[in-house]
């Protein structure tokens, strides 16, 4: 999903430059929804775990 780099780069360009959400999202080419998530949060890492395997239908 989205990396570090990406967010330390999401948020130094929303808090340093005073680049708005939907800028960042469009020079960075990632969801506006994903951008708010970053800023709204502390979060450093954001990871996707699946807890229970669907099982296929035939």
């Known amino acids: ?17 005073g680049k708005g959400i939907k800028r960042i999202a ?3 080419g990632i969801a506006r929804d994903t951008v ?5 949060s502390g ?5 996707y775990k699946r807890e229970v395997q669907p099982q296929r239908k035939l």
Do not use: D, P, S
């Not at 999903?1 to 430059?17: L, S, Y």
């Not at 708010?36 to 709204?40: C, G, I, P, S, T």
């Not at 979060?43 to 990871?47: D, L, Y």
């Open 43 to 47: 979060a450093t890492e954001f990871t």
């Open 1 to 17: 999903m989205t990396g570090v780099e990406t967010i330390a780069r999401i948020r130094f360009e929303h808090f340093q430059n």
């Open 26 to 28: 469009r020079e960075l």
């Open 36 to 40: 708010r998530k970053v800023l709204r």
